[in-house]
């Protein structure tokens, strides 16, 4: 079995006339979590995206658990085990949570049909997923639609979860019931990859780290290394974790 689960080689993307991602090399462990960090602008959704096959590389290869899925579409992506959480969250607002947890889990056509013993580890994680079972997911609040979309994506077992600024915008207390449910996941052996803007969730929640800076990765290492080096973060990121 190969020790890294996804692995992107030379990958360059275009978006009409705009060349965004200029030789992406990136490699996610498998059973480990990976943050992605960078500047605004520097190409960490549109690496997600492309990994997704929402943007289609123009050049280079993607590999996940040893098969090339760089030409493949995003549905075809989505049933290797991939499950992606956009920074938009893509949450259904006019259906209610459970609608929402429904329509993502493929193998179940009503609620019933559920695994309910992975339900109940996700109001474990996500007691508010619960809690608004019967809610329109529109009326949730910030920190609650960042919970379902998680929990949307984990209905079902995933062997790579991407998520894109999970912490954005949320609450203190939000992030850290945010870290725990991440630190479950990966005890559960799921593999991880996060784009993230907040230092410290990045710090306490990263066993590896890749720092991207005009499309392309230009430090990838251990993270805590990067966070013990204040003299790489202030060059690589401009600010000290």
Do not use: C
């Amino acid at each position: 079995m190969k020790k890294n689960l996804l692995t992107l080689e030379g990958v360059h993307t275009h978006i009409g006339v705009y060349h965004i991602l200029h030789g992406v090399d990136l490699l996610v462990p498998r059973g480990q979590l990976t943050m992605l960090l960078g500047r605004n602008g520097a190409g960490k959704t549109t690496t997600l995206r492309t990994i997704m096959g929402l943007w289609h590389a123009s050049q280079g290869r993607v590999t996940f658990d040893q098969a090339d899925i760089t030409r493949l579409a995003t549905p075809e992506i989505a049933t290797q085990g991939i499950a992606y959480v956009p920074e938009n969250m893509g949450i259904f607002a006019d259906l209610s949570v459970k609608e929402n947890m429904l329509l993502a889990a493929r193998a179940a056509k009503r609620a019933s049909q559920m695994d309910e013993v992975r339900l109940k580890w996700i109001f474990s994680l996500f007691p508010a997923v619960e809690k608004f079972w019967n809610h329109p997911a529109g009326k949730l609040s910030g920190g609650q639609k960042q919970m379902l979309a998680v929990a949307r994506a984990i209905v079902e077992p995933r062997q790579l979860l991407i998520v894109d600024e999970p912490s954005k915008g949320l609450a203190p207390a939000i992030i850290n019931n945010m870290i725990d449910a991440f630190e479950e996941l990966k005890a559960t052996g799921t593999t991880i990859l996060l784009v993230e803007q907040n230092i410290n969730f990045a710090k306490r929640l990263g066993d590896q780290v890749a720092v991207m800076d005009n499309g392309r990765v230009v430090h990838a290492g251990a993270m805590q290394a990067l966070a013990e080096d204040e003299q790489l973060q202030q060059s690589l990121l401009g600010l000290a974790i």
